[in-house]
């Protein structure tokens, strides 16, 4: 903006992306076109104008410098002349009828010549977009799209932070602002110049790039089918797997979808770990938790209970369950995985394969808990304990026995369930449970349920403690 421009008159605002003008007047020209710079101003069309596009957009007119007490008519005349787009009022309050000078004629011509003929200022708004993974650069969606074998709107989701990634690639905008990221290239071109960097310089940064993307990245894109637990190493071949686009997938790992493909799917690195509320879910959803009125062993009264077997005789719901298990222990530098028969074994087994280690059971001869088979434990061999669901914890601490007696070292405890509501202990042994429950009891004179009528379901854990 010009020093002069600190004057009376009507000045012009051209939007270079679609030719819409607007005209205003002021006292002090430089002073209002600031003030629209700033995003303030009465007029509410050009004001979005400028926020969507951005300031250095538009091209500014001095349509003519005039005494203060002119403004009014000619700002009229101007509107009603040239019919701006982004003005809704006349403009005004003064008599209609004063006609340019020549030189304004001039000044109008040529802006309307630039307007539609300025086509490089027009490639420039279109924001450059950068693939961040492989630092190629797209001058459009579109083309970045095509290369990314996904759709235009998945591209925008990602530049827009609604998912990490589109086509398994992450996606920027280059430098927004487009105007002076150009004239810096240019300058920075000239202070380069005399100053090329070698190959190797230039392979080193490649290289470097490159590098990092490896490591942080690879790790987090590998992508698990909650359903089968199969993992895949992109989320590109996962999509292949069940025939839908990497797109599609992106939005369920992202949770805006809920399945893709008739599956659940998750980054491999979330699928492992489990809430308390996942896992509770599950067991009400595969019927191993069940509510209504419930006599256990003991007599008690019970609004819950626990039947196990309808999740473990589920060996997709058993595994997940056990890969949750053996996420938190997978530091632990376990070697074997003990479990008391019957739904211990299976526990352990899935446990042991997640792992990576070794699965045996214990069983009761004569009632007494041991080691048959065969099954034996090194000096000191790094143990987990794992059982289904732990009331009491009786055959828990049995198990810790036999572990002790074969020379074992019992690093921990893991339980599906501990409805203990934490009066189960087991010495120095640190326990875990995926889902902790308290499970409320009553006797039966003093249960409510019985009380409203609710029949009776007898129900209890053969020989558990
Ligand atoms: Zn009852």
């Known amino acids: 903006m010009d020093e002069s421009w600190e004057a009376s008159g009507i000045y012009m605002l051209v939007c270079r992306v679609n030719g819409k003008r607007y005209i205003g007047q002021s006292k002090n020209i430089r002073r209002r076109l600031n003030e629209h710079r700033r995003g303030k101003g009465f007029a509410p069309l050009i004001c979005k104008a400028i926020a969507k596009y951005g300031w250095d957009a538009f091209d500014k007119i001095v349509l003519e410098f005039c005494p203060v007490e002119e403004l009014d008519k000619k700002e009229i005349y101007y509107i009603a002349e040239l019919k701006p787009e982004y003005n809704l009022a006349e403009g005004g309050g003064g008599s209609k009828g004063c006609k340019p000078s020549p030189e304004t004629i001039e000044i109008l011509r040529q802006a309307a010549k630039k307007q539609w003929s300025d086509e490089e200022n027009l490639k420039l708004l279109k924001k450059p977009i950068l693939c961040i993974d492989t630092g190629e650069i797209f001058d459009s969606v579109n083309s970045a799209a095509a290369k990314a074998g996904v759709s235009r709107n998945c591209v925008s989701m990602a530049l827009n932070g609604k998912v990490k990634t589109a086509g398994g690639y992450r996606w920027a905008y280059l430098n927004p602002e487009d105007k002076t990221s150009e004239e810096r290239r240019k300058n920075l071109g000239k202070a380069n110049r005399g100053r090329k960097q070698s190959a190797e310089q230039i392979e080193k940064r490649v290289a470097h790039f490159k590098g990092q993307k490896r490591e942080n990245y690879n790790s987090y894109k590998k992508v698990v089918c909650v359903e089968t637990g199969r993992i895949f190493d992109s989320v590109k071949i996962a999509a292949e797997s069940v025939g839908i686009t990497p797109c599609f997938l992106s939005k369920v790992l992202h949770g805006i979808k809920k399945t893709a493909g008739g599956f659940h799917w998750k980054f491999a690195k979330e699928v492992f770990y489990m809430t308390e509320h996942e896992v509770y879910d599950l067991l009400v959803e595969t019927g191993a938790i069940m509510t209504a009125h419930f006599q256990l062993t003991s007599g008690l009264h019970s609004p819950h209970y626990v039947e196990k077997f309808r999740v473990l005789e589920r060996p997709i719901y058993t595994a997940r369950l056990c890969r949750a298990i053996a996420e938190h222990f997978k530091d632990a530098q376990i ?25 045996i059971f214990t069983e009761r001869v004569d009632g007494k808990m041991t080691f ?63 889902l902790h429950m308290d499970v409320e009891t009553y006797e039966p004179e003093n249960c409510p349920l019985c009380k409203d009528g609710v029949p009776l379901t007898k129900r209890g854990s053969t020989g558990k403690k």
């Open 335 to 359: 070697e074997t995985v003990v479990g008391p028969a019957t739904g211990g074994i299976i526990l352990a087994h899935e446990t042991a394969l997640a792992l990576g280690t070794r699965a």
């Open 372 to 434: 048959r088979r065969g099954f034996t434990l090194h000096e000191g061999e790094r143990v987990l304990i794992v059982e289904d669901v732990v009331t009491t914890g009786g055959s828990v601490r049995e198990v810790i026995d036999v572990v002790k007696q074969f020379g074992g070292l019992p690093v921990a405890i893991a339980m599906l369930v501990d409805r203990s509501g934490g009066k189960a202990s087991f010495g120095d042994v640190p326990a875990f449970a995926l």
